[in-house]
């Protein structure tokens, strides 16, 4: 497509549960990324694929939350056994190679909430 | 101290005024830089790249002072439709991945 597309727009699930955010980045971009966003506050870096490099996984808040990125495209965030304080918007984004030299283009997020 | 740093404000000013934030940044190897817009419940969007001395798009520039590690971005002859949260952030090709501020929240008014 055309831009970066993130499934679901928006999530509602019972603390405890287990959910999984899609993302799929620009055609031919190399390097993917995740941040969240709480309420009134910035943007925080979960994790970063490059290519075949092995992830970036430093800003993963806790072992509940994990990532993939099957072949070299779509990726998956899943955060097992949900906490309320996981509710953020989940924001994915993508460049045609590592961010130091381009600008993300993120996609439109995905709503968590735990309730 | 934090990574980045930006007033949080919210400013307000009215139509027509020139406007500027700062934003301060502590790693001296950062490399790009940029400034980003974010709407209400939506998500950021690319505003300018910073890559050396600054940056102008009609209305708006950006410059990157090194010796102070900080950037700045100037909206002159505001309009309504710039109310918005400005969001800046810095790369480094050897960390590969975007740090940003909080942001910094405008509110033109007629």
């Known amino acids: 497509g055309a831009g970066v597309s993130q499934s679901p727009s928006n999530k509602v699930t019972e603390k405890g549960k287990d959910v999984e955010l899609r993302c799929d980045p620009i055609s031919g971009h190399t390097a993917l990324y995740w941040y969240r966003q709480s309420l009134g506050q910035g943007l925080e870096f979960l994790i970063y694929f490059q290519g075949n490099s092995a992830p970036d996984k430093s800003g993963l808040p806790s072992d509940r939350f994990s990532a993939e990125r099957t072949g070299g495209s779509v990726s998956t965030l899943t955060i097992q056994r949900t906490q309320q304080e996981d509710s953020a918007v989940y924001l994915c984004a993508s460049t045609p190679g590592g961010a130091g030299n381009y600008g993300y283009t993120f996609g439109s997020g995905t709503r968590l909430t735990v309730v | 101290r934090k990574e980045v740093e930006q007033d949080p404000g919210p400013f307000n000013v009215p139509e027509g005024a020139t406007v500027a934030f700062n934003c301060t940044y502590s790693n001296s190897a950062s490399q790009s830089f940029f400034w980003y817009r974010q709407d209400c419940r939506k998500e950021p969007k690319l505003l300018m790249s910073?890559?050396?001395s600054g940056n102008e798009d009609g209305r708006f520039t950006a410059q990157l002072n090194r010796a102070s590690q900080y950037i700045s971005l100037l909206i002159r002859d505001s309009k309504l439709s710039d109310s918005a949260t400005y969001l800046c952030?810095?790369?480094?090709?050897?960390?590969?991945?975007?740090?940003f501020g909080q942001g910094t929240t405008l509110q033109v008014k007629p």
């Open positions: 910073v890559y050396s």
């Open positions: 952030a810095y790369g480094s090709s050897n960390t590969g991945k975007l740090i």
